[in-house]
């Protein structure tokens, strides 16, 4: 049962125009959320989060919108560049530090 | 800056094998975790510590274990290994409690072969 839901596995988006990511959660006791991204070979960095008494977080050309009555967030990037080319994976936190991931989007930006 | 280490990049086991992951960490971290991320089923929890020989069981534990004799510390075993656990595992630490300091710092993977 998937609490954290990345419904699109795969992005493409030309360079320089906006990348849209979602994510849908299940569990009304999420009450921080964050984005994850991912390089091949590489270990998750953290992106930038959110808390669930907010609706928008801005960093640079990365927000993330939340959504708490539909249970949805979405990660937007903009412009996109190539370098943002990776997997980005959503990640929810309910109860004493569990982190829930989803099962990650992976977006390519073309140049 | 922090950093996370593991032992290993690349393994390969054979079936029945024992195996350790070890994980290692320098910010004097509390939590440590250790994930498994397989294609179309993203990173799953197998283990964490919020302290020195401390451990909980994540969403899939069965079939490992887990050591933490040290705050900086924490191993992942595998005791008899099987082919479905080919697998990339990922150990993660992070501050504790405060949740806008929810941010897990992941080392680089071990990618996981069992033959």
Redesign the interface.
């Known amino acids: 049962d998937q609490q954290v839901k990345?419904n699109s596995?795969s992005l493409s988006v030309q360079e320089g125009r906006i990348s849209i990511l979602n994510c849908d959660y299940t569990n009304s006791m999420f009450?921080?959320f964050?984005w994850?991204k991912k390089y091949p070979?590489?270990?998750?960095?953290?992106l930038i989060?959110i808390?669930s008494i907010k609706d928008k977080n801005e960093d640079g050309r990365f927000t993330v919108f939340l959504n708490k009555s539909a249970k949805h967030l979405s990660l937007h990037i903009v412009p996109s560049q190539p370098g943002d080319s990776a997997v980005y994976?959503c990640a929810a936190?309910g109860g004493y530090?569990?982190?829930?991931?989803?099962?990650?989007t992976k977006l390519q930006v073309i140049p | 800056d922090v950093k996370?280490t593991q032992s290993s990049?690349y393994l390969v086991k054979r079936t029945g094998e024992k195996v350790f992951l070890e994980c290692v960490q320098d910010m004097d971290h509390e939590?440590m975790?250790w994930?498994r991320q397989d294609p179309?089923?993203?990173?799953?929890?197998i283990y964490?510590s919020?302290d020195v020989k401390m451990k909980e069981k994540g969403d899939i534990p069965e079939g490992y274990s887990v050591s933490r004799e040290k705050k900086e510390r924490f191993s992942l075993i595998l005791e008899s290994a099987s082919t479905n656990q080919t697998s990339m595992y990922?150990?993660?630490s992070?501050f504790?409690?405060q949740?806008?300091q929810?941010?897990?710092?992941?080392?680089?993977?071990t990618r996981l072969l069992v033959l």
């Open positions: 990345q596995p009450d921080y964050l994850y070979a590489e270990g998750p960095t953290f989060s808390s994976f936190v530090q569990k982190v829930t991931f989803g099962i990650g | 996370v990049r939590n975790f994930y179309g089923l993203g990173l799953r929890l964490f919020y990922l150990c993660a992070s504790p409690s949740r806008d929810e941010t897990q710092y992941f080392g680089p993977g």
